[in-house]
T-cell receptor, first 113, second 111 residues
Framework: DAGVIQSPRHEVTEMGQEVTLRCKPI?????LFWYRQTMMRGLELLIY????????DSGMPEDRFSAKMPNASFSTLKIQPSEPRDSAVYFC???????????FGQGTRLTVV | EDKVVQSPLSLVVHEGDTVTLNCSYE??????LLWYKQEKKAPTFLFML????IEKKSGRLSSILDKKELFSILNITATQTGDSAVYLC???????????FGQGTRLTINP
């Protein structure tokens, strides 16, 4: 199994631009999570989906952030417009529904200048 | 609010030493406690514990959970330089599937 696949691995963008991060979960996993990691705040859950349906988006910082999961093998996290404080590593993780052990992708390091 | 606290935040030891990492938690509707190892990039899953007093073991790593005192420890014996990483503790709750992470312990093993 290829594991959770994220793209791009690195993204540098200018403030105000739209950023789209992509994730392919492990085949057969039906829960998908988006986390953000910073030095100050550690790993924080932004949103998670069960069977492509958003269950909890209480961690999404503000309306500039949105996430979709159009099918079982693909999800996106979009930031529009981006701001320097959005700079962080964004992780996608997946698991079987009802199971706590989640498996993480390699992350996308986002830098907004 | 659910909270997970790890200690120490940073630890430097010599190769061959034994280390103990701590994780305490305050959560409603506890379900499981998980340990992850994070080297350069992605956190990788180590253990999941759900029952008190039952040790989980994988090679030189072992972990145990105390649900009465609300903590877990991760032991690493005969440490090697490859054990250098940030070790993350996370707690899962009943109902919600999300994990609440601690801030991590940065472990450095010097040769």
């Amino acid at each position: 199994d290829a594991g959770v696949i994220q793209s791009p691995r690195h993204e540098v963008t200018e403030m105000g631009q739209e950023v789209t991060l992509r994730c392919k979960p492990i085949s057969g996993h039906n829960s998908l999570f988006w986390y953000r990691q910073t030095m100050m705040r550690g790993l924080e859950l932004l949103i998670y989906f069960n069977n492509n349906v958003p269950i909890d988006d209480s961690g999404m910082p503000e309306d500039r952030f949105s996430a979709k999961m159009p099918n079982a093998s693909f999800s996106t996290l979009k930031i529009q417009p981006s701001e320097p404080r959005d700079s962080a590593v964004y992780f996608c993780a997946s698991s079987y529904t009802g199971r706590n052990e989640a498996f993480f992708g390699q992350g996308t390091r986002l830098t907004v200048v | 609010e659910d909270k997970v606290v790890q200690s120490p935040l940073s630890l430097v030891v010599h190769e061959g030493d034994t280390v103990t990492l701590n994780c305490s938690y305050e959560v409603t509707n506890f379900r499981s406690l998980l340990w992850y190892k994070q080297e350069k990039k992605a956190p990788t899953f180590l253990f999941m514990l759900t029952s008190s007093g039952i040790e989980k073991k994988s090679g030189r790593l072992s972990s145990i959970l105390d649900k009465k005192e609300l903590f877990s420890i991760l032991n690493i014996t005969a440490t090697q330089t490859g054990d250098s990483a940030v070790y993350l503790c996370a707690v899962g709750t009943q109902g919600a599937q999300k994990l609440v992470f601690g801030q991590g312990t940065r472990l450095t093993i010097n040769p």
